[in-house]
């Protein structure tokens, strides 16, 4: 059951990634000059991409790969760092849903906007992938203590700005 889980895991965040990859390129070709009818095209390619093939892939990667987890019981401390990671991956997808929208209202995505999305997912996929295979030890001790108590970002919240 595990070779199963962790086939569909590797299957689905594979292909999650390779449409958050493709995904700024899309976004970009719209600034181009195209005909009416392309750009429609174009438009609803990208939607399809990110509605029927990149969002069920990102819920069966994350599903299958929570799934392992609790199968395989590897709660420490490379695999809330890795979630973490996994959670800067979502926020990548959710920007991109954002931005299809955007495009569709024809607001500017240059290249500035595309090299910057597609650097910042190849160094999150880097890190998720880093964290899966070192597997590191990482000291709890070294982060705040506001990250390792119950209810600690609202006591940190209250510091910084008391409740009146």
Not at 23 to 38: I, S, T
Not at 95 to 111: C, D, E, S
Request: with cysteine.
């Amino acid at each position: 059951m595990t070779v199963v889980l962790k086939v569909i895991h590797i299957a689905a965040l594979s292909i999650w990634c390779v449409g958050l990859f493709a995904m700024p390129a899309l976004l970009a070709r719209r600034r181009r000059q195209l005909d009416a009818v392309a750009s429609e095209e174009l438009h609803r390619f990208t939607r399809r991409l990110f509605i029927e093939i990149m969002s069920p892939a990102a819920v069966v990667a994350i599903a299958a790969g929570t799934a392992l987890v609790f199968q395989r019981e590897v709660l420490t401390n490379w695999m809330y760092a890795k979630l973490a990671a996994v959670s800067l991956l979502v926020l990548i997808h959710l920007r991109a849903g954002r931005l299809i929208t955007a495009t569709r209202l024809h607001l500017p995505y240059g290249w500035l906007r595309q090299a910057g999305t597609l650097a910042t997912t190849a160094a999150v996929t880097t890190a998720i992938l880093w964290l899966v295979l070192a597997k590191p030890t990482l000291d709890a001790d070294a982060l705040p203590p506001w990250t390792r108590e119950p209810g600690g970002l609202q006591s940190l919240l209250d510091t910084i700005r008391p409740i009146p």
